[in-house]
């Protein structure tokens, strides 16, 4: 599967946002999608995984309540919204794809990348 994210760009703190991750080339209902991000200098993070099927989600605790993960199948897309953003929020988002029984944080589990979407969060 092939996995293309946008929707970044530059904002004020306290703003939404919304990221699409949009999957082709595989049967993408089958797959957990998680989306990561990746600050300049810093490891690349876990923010949140939506299953297969969207019924389980999953979050890091600093976008919990702030940051929503959901899927439309039939679109063959994945949408991070994010509101009330922070400039610590600035960063490279990632999609990213697996077919585990079991939603995963880490990196290593996930099997297939999209190439990013930078987000930039003002102050």
């Known amino acids: 599967v092939q996995l293309v994210e946008s929707g970044g760009q530059l904002v004020q703190a306290g703003a939404s946002l919304r990221l699409a991750c949009t999957g082709s080339?595989?049967?993408?209902?089958?797959?957990?999608i998680g989306w990561f991000r990746q600050a300049p200098g810093k490891e690349r993070e876990f923010v949140a995984a939506i299953n297969w099927n969207g019924r389980d989600t999953i979050y890091t605790d600093s976008v919990r309540g702030r940051f929503t993960v959901s899927r439309d199948n039939a679109k063959n897309e994945v949408a991070l919204q994010m509101n009330s953003l922070k400039p610590e929020d600035t960063a490279v988002y990632y999609c990213a794809a697996n077919t585990l029984m079991e939603l995963s944080f880490r990196t290593t589990l996930y099997d297939y990348w999209g190439q990013g979407t930078q987000v930039t969060v003002s102050s």
């Open positions: 080339g595989g049967f993408f209902s089958r797959y957990n």
